[in-house]
């Protein structure tokens, strides 16, 4: 009798023992979000796109022996509250599982009709474990990726490194001479870039000085000089305009940024575009 109770209570140890150690195994793990990846540079109201969000898992893996699921939600960031986009489970059964959203921004079952999503936005994902994973902590359990989205109206400028072809809205321009980089920065000619954003140049050839006026923006740059000035405000170039060809090429990004506009750098393709809103 006496052997018998030995023998199950040491069957019970066990059992209890494993029973410890798969409990032990599946708190020591921590759920975070990693990373979180846009499919698109540019995106406008009416696109779609796709959302990869990367979860990582943290701790002794090899000792879980059973998957488990997580619910991983994106959402609008918008003032005072979440908007969900979509949710999805998904099972754990890895150090790194990786999700898969599309957006389609013409869909209105995810945003109210009078939402702007025009502008800065935050997509925001969640991760809800159900506690079997515990989070890494609330900080890590929520990311946010912040992007632009812009009106149809914006005018879109492309032009290619070493190319004299250029795009306004699709619409195919011959440049005089072809944008170049110096010093790691990129110069463009600045007549055309002005002209495409609708704005005026004055040329001043004694002092060598260009103005662009564009609304009531002016920007004030010499050749071969690294100040410039945005509506008297003074700046410091990092490389200054320079005359190639008789024509004026200017810092595209100093320009583009200076009248509000969002310049996207492409090195694949050693493509700039620049997309305008005003």
Do not use: C
Not at 4 to 30: E, M, S
């Amino acid at each position: 009798m006496k052997k018998t109770v030995i023998v199950f209570t040491i069957l019970l140890l066990i059992f209890n023992l494993i029973l410890f150690k798969r409990a032990f195994a599946q708190t020591d793990l921590d759920l975070f979000v990693k990373d979180l990846k846009v499919s698109k540079s540019i995106i406008f109201e009416g696109d779609s796109f796709d959302v990869l969000v990367e979860l990582g898992v943290q701790g002794e893996w090899e000792e879980v022996e059973e998957n488990h699921e997580v619910v991983v939600s994106l959402f609008w960031d918008v003032p005072s509250r979440f908007t969900l986009i979509d949710s999805k489970i998904v099972a754990v059964d890895q150090k790194s599982v990786l999700v898969k959203f599309n957006v389609s921004l013409e869909e209105k079952d995810f945003i109210s009709e009078s939402m702007n999503l025009i502008g800065d936005r935050y997509l925001v994902v969640e991760v809800d474990s159900g506690h079997d994973l515990p989070e890494l902590n609330e900080k890590n359990n929520v990311f946010k990726e912040k992007i632009h989205i812009f009106s149809k109206k914006s005018t879109i400028i492309d032009l290619w490194i070493g190319k004299k072809t250029a795009f306004i809205n699709s619409e195919e321009y011959e440049l005089d001479v072809p944008p170049v980089i110096k010093d790691r920065r990129t110069l463009v000619p600045i007549r055309f870039i002005a002209e495409g954003f609708g704005g005026e140049i004055v040329w001043d050839g004694e002092e060598k000085k260009i103005t662009i006026e564009i609304g009531k923006k002016a920007i004030i740059m010499w050749i071969g000089k690294k100040t410039a000035f945005i509506n008297s405000e003074e700046y410091e170039l990092d490389v200054p305009p320079v005359i190639k060809d008789g024509r004026t090429l200017v810092p595209i990004r100093f320009i583009a940024e200076g009248f509000g506009s969002y310049v996207f750098w492409f090195n694949k393709d050693k493509k700039v575009t620049i997309v305008y809103e005003g």
